[in-house]
T-cell receptor, first 112, second 114 residues
Framework: SQELEQSPQSLIVQEGKNLTINCTSS?????LYWYKQKYGEGLIFLMM?????EEKSHEKITAKLDEKKQQSSLHITASQPSHAGIYLC????????????FGTGTRLQVTL | DTGVSQNPRHKITKRGQNVTFRCDPI?????LYWYRQTLGQGPEFLTY????????KSRLLSDRFSAERPKGSFSTLEIQRTEQGDSAMYLC????????????FGPGTRLTVL
């Protein structure tokens, strides 16, 4: 079974709509990273959450970490075609934050 | 551009051949990571270096795989006697050491083994 489960697996939203992607861990979280990936390309770092209850925003993307629930959510406000891609969450399951374990990703399509 | 770079971007090889990939990390980053990603999956950790020392290797890294970072700067990943199951995107990332630091990824090398 996956240590990090993402939901939904895929999402199609109309431009201008809001959306939320969830990432749930089966183990204690020491932090949580969010990345975006275009097909066939590398991962683009979005943000890193370290503490329970932490919330970060960058442009129209907001991410929160709920350590008690071992869960993080990524929220996009007023989606645009440029938001389309695969969103991946990754977690360092060690305190030294060496390797990351990733979820399988959420594929987002934004229609006009 | 001061991001992570990887070469080549694409490699097509025949089964049984050896291939080598290179990764140049962000210059001040002392940690360098290799991951492998197959279609529809998230990246899977292969190995990481702190400076020139290889500190951890995944069980995914069979004895056909070897990685080096001889001077603590760029790194190479070699796959000997490639198999069709080695076909994947090979991703390199770098970060600063200590605590939780963002890992920044390169564009990847897509390997196709025929």
């Amino acid at each position: 079974s996956q240590e990090l489960e993402q939901s939904p697996q895929s999402l199609i939203v109309q431009e201008g709509k809001n959306l939320t992607i969830n990432c749930t861990s089966s183990k204690t979280l020491y932090g949580l990273y969010w990345y975006k990936q275009k097909y066939g390309e590398g991962l683009i770092f979005l943000m890193m959450l370290q503490k329970g209850g932490e919330e970060k925003s960058h442009e129209k993307i907001t991410a929160k970490l709920d350590e008690k629930k071992q869960q993080s959510s990524l929220h996009i406000t007023a989606s645009q075609p440029s938001h389309a891609g695969i969103y991946l969450c990754g977690a360092p399951y060690t305190g030294t934050a060496s390797k990351l374990t990733f979820g399988t990703g959420t594929r987002l399509q934004v229609t006009l | 551009d001061t991001g992570v770079s990887q070469n080549p971007r694409h490699k097509i090889t025949k089964r049984g051949q050896n291939v080598t990939f290179r990764c140049d990390p962000i210059s001040e980053h002392n940690r360098l990571y290799w991951y492998r990603q197959t279609l529809g999956q998230g990246p899977e950790f292969l190995t990481y270096f702190q400076n020139e020392a290889q500190l951890e290797k995944s069980r995914l890294l069979s004895d056909r795989f070897s990685a080096e970072r001889p001077k603590g700067s760029f790194s190479t990943l070699e796959i000997q006697r490639t198999e069709q199951g080695d076909s994947a995107m090979y991703l390199c990332a770098s970060s600063l050491a200590g605590g939780h630091r963002g890992q920044f990824f390169g564009p990847g090398t897509r390997l196709t083994v025929l």
